[in-house]
């Protein structure tokens, strides 16, 4: 399927079935999280993969997981971290954002569902998972079959703004 298809299809997944992902297709989520372009190809992400239940529980405690069977905990490695010089502004965060997003995508042609989370309390997580001060928990990313199928891709006709309200060329303007 073309590019802009897989995008439309892709939609934020609420509700898992128990239903466990294979092995193949989680390779496959996490191959195109590792192609994934990084500033300065740093390649900031850690990714932890959750799938036992005890496991699952310590992710429960940072935020809900939508009975999903799998969650991926991005983190970011502070070591070498690409700082731009005017304003020390780092680039993980973006980095991490691609990442998330390429295994998204990964995941729907999979027919696998998926939802990423950044308001989780990352504290939890460095507890639970005893990470080193130098990894910050950055997303989680839930992943597993959905339980009520994908929204609508044409969805985004009316969900949406229109191009001309978010696009200006060669200068902003109000």
Request: charged share 30%; aromatic share 8%; hydrophobic share 40%.
């Amino acid at each position: 399927m073309d590019f802009l298809t897989l995008a439309k299809k892709r939609c934020t997944t609420r509700g898992f079935m128990e239903k466990e992902i294979l092995s193949k297709d989680l390779e496959q989520i996490l191959s195109a999280g590792r192609v994934a372009p990084t500033a300065c190809n740093r390649q900031p992400q850690r990714i932890i993969v959750v799938r036992r239940r005890e496991n699952m529980v310590k992710v429960e405690k940072a935020y809900r997981t939508f009975g999903a069977p799998c969650a991926l905990i991005v983190c970011r490695d502070r070591r070498g971290e690409l700082i731009r010089p005017y304003d020390k502004k780092c680039s993980g965060d973006l980095d991490i954002g691609i990442v998330c997003d390429h295994m998204m995508l990964a995941a729907r042609e999979l027919e696998i569902g998926s939802v990423m989370v950044g308001l989780f309390d990352p504290a939890v997580i460095t507890k639970e998972f005893i990470l080193p001060e130098y990894l910050e928990p950055t997303a989680l990313l839930f992943l597993g079959y959905p339980s009520k199928g994908f929204l609508d891709s044409e969805r985004h006709a009316e969900e949406r703004r229109q191009l001309c309200e978010t696009v200006w060329y060669e200068a902003y303007a109000e």
